[in-house]
């Protein structure tokens, strides 16, 4: 286990320095100048040659990225030329929201995928399996767009039961944060949960037809105890990897959502900053979710070898 450790934070670092050159190197290929945008109408010569010396856009790329890696080394992303804020400060404050929303949607679609997977598999060719299946259709064919705007008419408007939009933070009043964040992570959970089944499905039908399987059946065990410890065990191997890069997607691809119910996450920051050619917050966002994303590989590796003993060796 150090061992394999070992290997993979290896490969993290040249990974993350390549990510940082493509990130910064891409960045230069936005049109527009940032320098324009900061200068205001007025666009004043002098002024913008000022904006330009200040945030080191005058200077040869090299250099800026030079400049760049070594703050975010110190943990300084640079300033937002929009807000004038740290864009270690913006990403502290929009993070939380979208890692709690995350963090919610992937636990409906496991609480949903996983379960009727395995009882999909179980009961092959049974309308129990057709069921799971038309779920699964209906989970990945349905737009986000227009489940969240079905589920705020239906529970906001027609029964008010929940919030139609917002955010409220977890420390302020989990109640209140819980019934404006469940929403957008059912609309969210919905499509992975049919994904997650899906492949649970597969997995599980490929481990039911395995010797060790047929084994444990003809010493006799309990059909409960061959589903649960045997076959359940080795399936959720692949389930672990796609959960955990489903998780990072979500991190940058709740944009969509976080727009229908007003929720300032990170995929809105990225937006935003996209828009105003906000270049340090740019940089800041992608490198973070770059990170987030790998560190959630590392984590699902280590999770199927803790799942699945035989890849212990």
């Known amino acids: 286990m150090l061992n394999f450790l070992a290997r993979r934070l290896a490969q993290i670092v040249p990974t993350l320095f390549f990510v940082s050159v493509l990130i910064f190197s891409l960045q230069q290929l936005l049109p527009g100048d940032p320098a324009l945008v900061m200068a205001g109408e007025e666009r004043d010569p002098a002024v913008i040659e000022q904006i330009r010396h200040q945030y080191r856009l005058d200077q040869p790329i090299p250099v800026q990225y030079a400049y760049w890696v070594g703050g975010v080394l110190r943990g300084d992303f640079g300033e937002s030329l929009r807000n004038k804020m740290p864009v270690r400060e913006l990403i502290a404050q929009k993070l939380p929201v979208t890692l709690q929303l995350g963090s919610m949607a992937i636990l409906i679609a496991v609480l949903i995928g996983i379960p009727a997977g395995i009882v ?133 691809g709740a944009v969509l959502t976080e727009q229908i119910f007003s929720i300032p996450g990170f995929g809105k920051l990225i937006v935003d900053a996209v828009f105003n050619r906000d270049y340090a917050v740019v940089q800041g966002v992608v490198l973070v979710t770059a990170t987030i994303y790998i560190t959630l590989n590392l984590i699902a590796d280590i999770a199927y070898i803790l799942v699945n003993p035989r890849l212990r060796g």
């Open 120 to 252: 999909a598999a179980v009961k092959k060719g049974t309308a129990w399996d057709y069921g799971a299946n038309l779920f699964a259709l209906w989970g990945i064919s349905t737009p986000n767009f227009w489940l969240g705007i079905m589920l705020i008419f239906l529970f906001s408007i027609e029964l008010g039961w929940l919030p139609a939009s917002g955010y409220v933070s977890l420390t302020e009043n989990w109640r209140a944060s819980i019934a404006a964040t469940i929403m957008p992570a059912f609309v969210l959970g919905n499509a992975i949960a049919a994904i997650l089944m899906r492949h649970t499905r597969s997995a599980m039908l490929q481990v039911l037809e395995s010797d060790y399987v047929r084994t444990a059946r003809a010493k006799g065990l309990l059909e409960r105890s061959v589903i649960l410890k045997h076959a359940m065990r080795n399936a959720l191997t692949p389930v672990i990897t796609l959960g955990a890069l489903e998780l990072g997607t979500l991190l940058s």
